[in-house]
């Protein structure tokens, strides 16, 4: 509704800076509890590739029945005025952080950074600081609560705190200084500096303090930090005085009599000593709460998630970290090379490297703020909790085999490129969709064949670099889930590249030619009807998953699924295999469609599921549509479903479209596109957005709001965007469908009928007629009518409203056939129909209609929505 309307702002610096809902000031004067969460554009994959600065924060509701909930968004940098939207949207709609960690963003857009904000919000919900401080204090509770599972101790976890302090506490203050701090975690396996035990006790004491913290802070350290902490009958008085009790008894002076005292003294040293060495024996071994099998974009994703969780984890990696998104991500990289105006691969690499290399010193940096342990080597499981990893590389620190134990494994090994006849792909200058990831050079001549939206990819960024390329698409249709406006982009995009498409392509041999060498390769694909030449040919047909040289045989055998035809293991919505605690996420899992951001959202619903203790993972709304992208220049973008796939599930389908000359921004770039919008007549609700056009990786968020809040355009309709800014089409084309949603067609015939409409009723109040308006045009198109058939043409309704002293231009004349006429190919109208038209007033009847469906099932009213 127009109350409840989030109005986002924008002041068009270079560049802007844009907000939507509370500031902290305003929060804090609330009297809210509210938490900030932070992240930069060099955190997203899109802005290690563009090296744009800026940053979006986001505040939000930390405490109450609310907790979660996103009270403002704040941002600075490139394209903020665009991004705003999405953040402005889920400030009216009360959508709260674990909500926003649902959606599922394109990879490489700046939209990336709600997801990154959302999950360190989560983090801070306990009101931490810093984010590794807070990890720290977790693991300590993590770690003695393991230890006392582990042994079968019946001990309280509070006892066992204060135990584990007082070991620490060598001078028996009831103090720990940093370096003791440090010695501690230290001693239990963690990775750290005495700054960063410096900056636990700051954290723990609100900064009040870095050098030294007393025994209550601290256990106020473990419950603020440590998840499901436990309520032992004692309360922070009571356990201060226990301790205080414990500190003087073990600082007294000792006696050599065999007393009851000094026996009691002695079992309580000798308590304190085990449960201290048992707290280190579980961090230095090898023993972990969770083991990730794989570190590409959604390994590395689960590690952190359950690392920051407090756990101890250990992420397996052959290779080198690569979070960049992997094989989908390079064509993107290409993308921004094309649009950078890159014409040697020197400076194709420098855009490639600068996403890779920023990309892996962020995932390292993380890595570390949260603890997970990166162990190089293969992984192999043995049993459900156990996993041996081998290192052949004798120069590296782990060169061996060691042996882990774990409570659960997330095995995300990642997929493979699908190889197919006929080419043989040792061949110099022949590429598989990964191999091409070691391209060298700008190739002359490409063929690729292709069954998938990545050899279209591959195809149009390389012929934008100046490559000649030759599509082949093994298909009877061209991208068929794509609305027919996309599919026709796309067409015309190949087509000015002067890509040549061939559809249901046969290719019978790839062969290497005379003079081949490896820097410079000569190949001849034969493909029935005649050869091509050519210097590169690529494979992209699509992908399965990796599930063999890990020892999956052994889950087998307990009754793991794979899916034969995609090679991938079947799992559950929460990405559970069914055996033990042992999850699949990424493409190596069934559901994944081998995306990279579908990967990441797989990587926290299996982290969750593990760990989480909230149980509201239950009763979240699960996000259904997700934004699709193809990575032209400029892109094509949709979400929900085509005007077509409504047509076939016998929806009474409306569509309204918008060209980006149409907005104020638009007209400032000069750049060319349109938004078309797809929604049920019957009410109004969005079904599906598609986009094409400078941004539209960006824009499309805001439709996958629409879709998968099932909003109508009525409701668009009240939201206000900012003035100069592609978002605008969404208010245009909701406009267009308002009117659509009354029967009109077509928009220019349904105008000029109202504005006949409007010049005769004017006409005839001018001359003290009480005939309507009706009336009167029924009687011209009779008189024009001679043949009384019933019908006119387009000529004879020109005639008759000359007849009746009005101005209609030729263009306006043909327009109103064309929304008039019941048979589009027949330019004769029903004159009783055109009257229809003229009676439809302001579309009350239609009003109504939308008022009566507007209920639910049970029938209580759902917020009526009236047409502005």
Known sequence: SKAGAVKPSVIWTLPELAWAGMTEAQANDAGIAYGVAKVGFEQTCKGCVSGEAGFLKLIFEREGHTKGRILGVHIFGDDSCEIVNFGAE???????????????????????????????????????????????????????RRSLHDSGSD?????????????????????????????????????????????????????????????????????????????????????????????????????PQD???????????????????????????????????????????????????????????????????GHGTYTKCLREAAIETATTWAEVKEVVDRATDTSYADAVRMLHTFQVKLIKGYATIVDEHTIHVTNSNKS???????????????????????????????????YDADTILSLDRIPYKLVIQGTSVVAVEYALVLARLGTQVVLIMELDEFMEQMDTCLQETIRDQLQQLNVEL????????????????????KLAVELGTRTVDCDMFLSACGRHGNTHGFGIEVLEACGLLTDPKEQVIVVDKYCHTGIARIYAVGDVASGSTFSPSVGQQMAVLAARALFSISGMMDTEKAVEWNPQVVWSIPEVAWVGISEDMAKCRGIDVGTASADFNGTIRGCVTSQSGFLKLVFDRSTGTILGVHLFGENSSELVNYGAELVNEGLTVFQVLHFVFPAVTYHQLYHTAAMEAKLRFKGARDLAGAAAWWSLKNQLARSLQKAGSKASVDETLLAALKRIDEENSGFVSQAELREAVLSLGLNTSEEAIAAMVQEAASDLKNDQIDYQHIVRIIQQGEGRVQRQKTKALRVSPQGATVGIVGVA
Not at 408 to 426: L, M
């Open 259 to 325: 007393t009851p005292s000094a026996r009691n003294r002695q079992r309580a040293s000798l308590a304190t000593l085990n449960v201290a060495n048992s707290v280190c024996s579980f961090g230095m071994s090898t023993t972990y709460d969770a083991v990730v099998i794989g570190g590409g974009i959604a390994g590395y994703r689960s590690a952190v998630e359950i690392g920051a969780r407090g756990k101890k984890v250990a992420l397996i990696e052959s290779k080198k970290l690569n979070t960049t998104g």
């Open 90 to 144: 889920a400030v009216k709609a009360r959508s709260t952080i674990f909500h926003m960690l649902r959606w599922i963003f394109p990879p490489l857009t700046y939209h990336n950074l709600y997801s990154r904000a959302a999950g360190e919000a989560k983090l801070r919900l306990t009101g931490a600081k810093s984010l590794g401080a807070a990890t720290a204090w977790k693991k300590i509770y993590s770690f003695v």
């Open 502 to 521: 061939l559809m249901s392509g046969t290719i019978r041999s790839v062969v290497e030619c005379e003079g081949s060498t490896p820097q410079m390769p």
């Open 155 to 255: 001990m309280k976890v509070t006892q066992a705190l204060k135990k584990t302090f007082k070991f620490y506490d060598k001078d028996r203050t009831g103090f720990l200084d940093k370096q003791n701090l440090h010695d501690a975690l230290v001693s239990m396996g963690m990775d750290t500096t005495e700054n960063e035990a410096a900056d636990m006790i700051r954290e723990a004491t609100d900064g009040t303090n870095t050098d030294q913290i007393d025994y209550v802070t601290f256990l106020h350290a473990m419950k603020q930090f440590g998840d499901g902490f436990p309520e032992d009958g004692l309360d922070d008085q009571d356990l201060s005085m226990s301790f205080s009790r414990a500190v003087s008894n073990d600082t007294a002076p000792q006696t």
């Open 396 to 430: 590296e620190a782990n060169a061996g085999t060691m042996t882990l134990s774990t409570d659960a494994i997330v095995i995300s090994t990642g997929s493979k490129a699908n190889r197919v006849a006929p080419a043989n792909f040792d061949m110099p200058g022949v």
